[in-house]
């Protein structure tokens, strides 16, 4: 079993829409990142979270320590916002800060 | 700044050729790392460096080769080219204080 597992795998939503993309995890961490990438390949670093919640424009991130998952919500969702979503955990006790991924969501926002 | 550059971004080889794939930051970075994304798959780890002349294996090291020999240079050695190596291959580096991780463009490797 995936020590990082997201849901759902394939996600198609109207423009307009709320997202949720789910990730669970069955390891201690000490951070949970949230990171996107493009039809183009990049990937860029969306959030880094150790605890609560943090928003950033459209974008809201939460985590629940105790019940070892974590959430991405889309607000008034967007085509632009069409990419894979990547959950990515750093294990705790002395990990270097590697990271462990999640296999990816990907999103589809049609207008 | 240019921030992670790699290249090339795209390369075919012949099973049993041997190649490098670049990796540079220009932020002063201490942390570096070498990814491998399989379609369908999460990225796996292949190699990190946590500072000049100090490399581990990740996750999925075999068949591959590192070395840092300065702060902003991270390249990644392929041997003897396998079709299980054709991938997309991301560099990555943060750093000390940080964990925010930079990745770069990617390289797309075709063994064939």
């Known amino acids: 079993k995936n020590e990082v597992e997201q849901s759902p795998q394939n996600l198609t939503a109207q423009e307009g829409e709320f997202i949720t993309i789910n990730c669970s995890y069955s390891?201690?961490?000490?951070?949970l990142h949230w990171l996107q990438q493009h039809p183009g390949g990049g990937i860029v670093s969306l959030f880094m979270?150790?605890?609560g919640k943090k928003k950033h424009g459209r974008l809201i991130a939460t985590i629940n320590i105790q019940e070892k998952h974590s959430s991405l919500h889309i607000t008034a969702s967007h085509p632009r916002d069409s990419a894979v979503y990547i959950c990515?955990?750093?294990?705790?006790?002395?990990?270097?800060?590697?990271?462990?991924f999640g296999k990816g969501t990907k999103l589809s926002v049609k207008p | 700044n240019a921030g992670v550059t790699q290249t090339p971004k795209f390369r075919i080889l012949k099973i049993g050729q041997s190649m490098t794939l670049q990796c540079t930051q220009d932020?002063?970075?201490?942390?570096m790392y070498w990814y491998r994304q399989d379609p369908g798959m999460g990225l796996k780890l292949i190699y990190y460096?946590?500072?000049?002349?100090?490399?581990d294996k990740g996750e999925v090291p075999n068949g591959y080769n590192v070395s840092r020999s300065t702060t902003e240079d991270f390249p990644l050695r392929l041997e003897l080219a396998a079709p299980s190596q054709t991938s997309v291959y991301f560099c990555?580096?943060?750093?000390?204080?940080?964990?925010?991780?930079?990745f770069g463009p990617g390289t797309r490797l075709l063994v064939l």
């Open positions: 932020m002063n970075h201490n942390y």
């Open positions: 990515a955990v750093v294990k705790g006790g002395g990990s270097q800060g590697n990271l462990i």
């Open positions: 990555a580096s943060r750093g000390g204080n940080v964990e925010t991780q930079y």
């Open positions: 390891v201690g961490i000490s951070a």
């Open positions: 460096s946590v500072g000049a002349g100090i490399t």
């Open positions: 979270l150790s605890s």
